[in-house]
């Protein structure tokens, strides 16, 4: 299921069963003026998976997103989004999708409940044409922490509790597809593991398949199910985490003392230095520590070597590590 | 999908009502709201000495109905405009996007905040005048039936042109330039001073526009018949005013839809994002 691709090969990918894909892009393309943005985007996302979209910026993220909420139109491609192509999406696709926007100073005057209540009604015709319904209000002030603030105005809210808000509002209709660009960007450490926790509820009970974009890769390590990264306009990496750091050739960092003395060492192959270690030393062995690469370490990684115009080369040599 | 489109609707009558709710209790909001409506009932009872040129009738009496044609007018165009640019830039109008039928329940929330708010201007001005002024509305119901189609008219055909510009605009800081003709427009519509002492070129450019038809059609409704000697042609021309009112409202009803979805198809969190940016370099 999880392959690293060359950025222009759309063919050789594995892709999940039909029945079962939420969101597929193949190829996608977009141009603005003689400027490429996207070269050829393909990914593909299964009914409940977290799926983290990862770059630096100006990789063509937020295109990407936008074209898929149906927002932009794109220049080249094929892209189905719950089974529809979102340029001709139609009310009933959008009751569907849930997005988060960034907030800035808007429904200022409006009270939180009032105003989640009112967006829910737009939802409840599409109740019966696949979409699941609204949320009741008062459980949704309540799974995003707000209940306290209920009958606040939205104005008067602090920045993490507006963006908690925000996360209602695109949740507010039961969405099959969230697209979350950048949720917990001011959120306290607590905040942030309250919405984490969320994400885990919405992909767990409500099947809800979701698509995170973050500069936080310690959080996308945590909620994303699989891992894309988006460079120069296309997809140079796609697997999880775990796969991400073990295919690319980073190496571990291997902790322990031996007769009180600390020491630390640095290898590709872990598993046999530690081997080798015990068998040299056995019990005089403590406090042993092995870290394997973290994504970040990873995403740094590889974006350097695209960067360095070397990302079709690296990606090969995945490629050839998978089979 | 027609049960979506009829809920739709109804949610924007709710939402509608609701930011009327906002507004009216909100004090900033209610002072730079009543502070104009306010200034121009002082100025109507500063003109009560004075009389219409050639007549005994009170110039205040006179004035007030024309102020009345004039706030169907600025309510729906200014207030209208003003939402819809100051909207887009924040973000409101994205989030409709991002709602199934919202900007449909966006568009009728907006009608019903901004027409409420002119009943509500009207009422504020109406009132106090029926108490200061003598000779307003002695017509019974026939005057209040007149002043009910030209209120309706006017709205109808003075809201889609607020949507028109605002929609054109995308920055709320430009709505000076939409001010100052407006202002213009007023000055040669005969609401303080009468159209027909300006120069003939004038005269026609105001007929033109809805602002002195509204003046017009409100003096029709509100003031005795024998004011229509001072009027253009010397009569309160009714089917003109019916004709002028109703081609803008068609007008403005056929461009609106087609200007607002091409408005509406260019919004996206990173043009809402690009705005915020220049707003903000703005405000530091």
């Known amino acids: 299921m999880t392959v690293i691709e060359e950025p222009d090969s759309a063919t050789r990918r594995i892709r999940p069963p039909e029945d079962d894909t939420v969101l597929d892009v193949r190829d996608l393309q977009m141009r603005y003026g003689s400027t490429d943005v996207l070269t050829g985007v393909t990914f593909a996302a299964r009914r409940g998976e977290v799926l983290g979209l990862l770059g630096p910026n100006g990789a063509g993220k937020t295109t990407t997103i936008e074209i898929l909420e149906g927002f932009r139109m794109r220049s080249a491609g094929e892209v189905s989004v719950l089974g529809i192509d979102p340029a001709q999406g139609d009310e009933a696709w959008r009751a569907r999708l849930g997005v988060v926007l960034q907030s800035w100073r808007d429904h200022g005057k409006w009270r939180v409940r009032e105003l989640l209540a009112h967006l829910g009604t737009y939802y409840t015709p599409y109740a019966t044409g696949g979409a699941r319904g609204p949320w009741d209000p008062d459980e949704l002030v309540s799974a995003v922490g707000l209940t306290e603030h209920a009958h606040k105005r939205v104005g008067r809210l602090s920045g993490g509790q507006r963006r908690r808000l925000d996360v209602a509002i695109g949740i507010v209709g039961r969405p099959e597809l969230l697209f979350l660009d950048e949720p917990t960007v001011g959120f306290d450490p607590e905040a942030r593991r309250e919405f984490h926790d969320l994400v885990h509820r919405l992909s767990d009970d409500e099947d809800t398949t979701i698509l995170l974009t973050t500069h936080d890769l310690d959080e996308a390590e945590k909620l994303a199910d699989r891992i894309v990264i988006l460079a120069g306009g296309a997809i140079i990496a796609d697997g999880s985490a775990d796969e991400l750091s073990r295919r690319m050739s980073t190496e571990a960092e291997i902790k322990w003392t031996r007769d009180g003395q600390r020491f630390v060492h640095s290898t590709l192959d872990s598993t046999k230095f530690v081997h080798d270690l015990f068998r040299q030393y056995g019990e005089a062995i403590g406090d042993l520590e092995v870290r394997r690469a973290s994504l970040e370490d990873t995403y740094v990684a590889m974006v350097r070597e695209h960067e360095a115009g070397r990302g079709t080369a690296a990606v090969r040599k995945f490629e050839g590590a998978t089979r | ?284």
């Open chain 2, 1 to 284: 999908m027609r049960s979506g489109k009829a809920n739709a609707m109804r949610a924007g009558w709710s939402r509608g009502i609701i930011e009327l709710r906002h507004m009216l209790s909100t004090p900033q909001d209610l002072w730079t709201f009543f502070f104009f409506t306010a200034i121009l009932l002082a100025v109507t009872i500063f003109m009560r000495g004075s009389t219409v040129e050639g007549t005994s009738f009170s110039l205040g009496s006179m004035t007030l109905p024309s102020i009345l044609g004039m706030s169907i007018a600025s309510g729906g165009l200014t207030n209208l405009t003003q939402m819809l640019t100051v909207e887009r830039e924040d973000g409101t109008l994205l989030r409709a996007k991002a709602v199934p039928d919202g900007m449909l329940g966006y568009l009728v929330g907006k009608v019903v905040l901004v027409s409420g708010l002119t009943l509500v201007n009207i009422a504020a001005l109406l009132i106090p005048g029926l108490f200061l002024f003598s000779g307003i509305a002695t017509g019974g119901v026939g005057s209040w039936l007149t002043f009910a189609w030209v209120l309706a008219l006017g709205l109808a055909a003075c809201l889609p042109l607020g949507a028109i510009l605002g929609s054109m605009f995308s920055n709320p800081r430009m709505m000076g330039l939409i001010m100052f003709p407006i202002m213009g427009a007023v000055g040669i519509s005969g609401i303080f001073y009468p159209t027909s002492a300006l120069p003939e070129w004038l005269q026609g450019i105001a007929q033109v526009l809805p602002i002195y038809w509204l003046g017009l059609g409100m003096r029709s409704a509100l003031l005795p018949d024998g004011l229509s000697a001072v009027e253009i042609g010397h009569s309160w021309r009714h089917l003109e005013t019916l004709g002028v009112l109703g081609l803008w409202a068609a007008f403005g009803l056929t461009v609106a839809p087609i200007v607002l979805r091409r408005m509406a198809r260019r919004e996206s969190g990173s043009s809402v994002a690009a705005r915020r940016e220049k707003a903000m370099q703005r405000v530091t």
